[in-house]
């Protein structure tokens, strides 16, 4: 697998989720995930002018760089909404997602991964759980990295370092459900990984961009999670 073709591999899975047999997987996500990003969109114009008001007050002196400092300003505060609301999203949609991940599989090699019959009821608390075990994992990583952006001088390294933290955690998020349905643990997920680190991080990659065209991203979940079930099946699947 090149290092493209891991890039692209989310908008193949976008293109997956409209074939006969996986829609009906799809139908929950993709409804969680238009609910979550209509809250995220709603929350991010009202209280925006707040955020602004807050950040360049009248007063301050740095009003008068608002014509520079406002874009700039505008896409974090837009980045944080929806980074935030899709960690939310993902939580809410985590056992819809394993059997996503388990469908799509057995598309690609006509059987379904161990003990995926078990139900929907039976994934949620599990696939809670490894939500929760994520976030941790992320934040323990990206407070270090948040405050080497706050150092003048080395803040330019700290943004690099935070780009590719937040590829690698979109990687972990979406390969733990295919992953996960063959019973590996976190750490051996993340030890596979660090094998193909740069197919990783461009994987990673295209799950953000996807997030980031609208309309599209209302499915950029799903998709996500459809990309790296065919991610384990082209690099892993064979080494069970």
């Known amino acids: 697998m090149s290092v493209l073709h891991a890039f692209l591999l989310p908008f193949h899975g976008l293109r997956m989720l409209f074939q006969p047999g996986l829609r009906r997987y799809v139908f929950w996500p993709l409804l969680i995930n238009i609910l979550i990003f ?56 985590s056992p819809f997602n394993s059997v996503l991940a388990a469908r799509v599989e057995e598309r690609l090699s006509g059987r379904l991964p161990p003990d995926s019959d078990k139900g929907l009821a039976a994934e949620i608390v599990p696939a809670i759980k490894g939500e929760i075990g994520k976030l941790w994992y ?73 997030m980031m065209i609208p309309v599209i991203n209302l499915a950029a979940m799903p998709a996500s999670v459809a990309g790296a079930t065919l991610f384990w099946h082209e690099c892993f699947a064979g080494e069970e």
């Open 38 to 93: 209509a809250g995220a969109a709603w929350l991010a114009a009202h209280y925006f002018a707040q955020y602004i008001a807050a950040v360049l007050p009248a007063d301050s002196w740095l009003h008068y760089l608002e014509w520079l400092l406002w874009p700039i300003l505008a896409a974090a505060y837009l980045l944080l909404v929806f980074y935030s609301f899709t960690v939310v999203a993902n939580l809410i949609a």
């Open 138 to 210: 992320f934040a323990t990583r990206a407070i270090p990295v948040l405050i080497l952006m706050l150092i003048p001088g080395v803040n330019a390294i700290g943004s690099v370092l935070w780009l590719l933290l937040g590829f690698w955690f979109l990687t972990i998020e979406y390969l733990d459900y295919p992953m996960g349905n063959h019973h590996l643990r976190p750490y051996e997920q993340r030890r596979r990984l660090r094998r193909y680190p740069f197919r990783g991080w461009a994987f990673g990659a295209g799950a953000n961009l996807l």
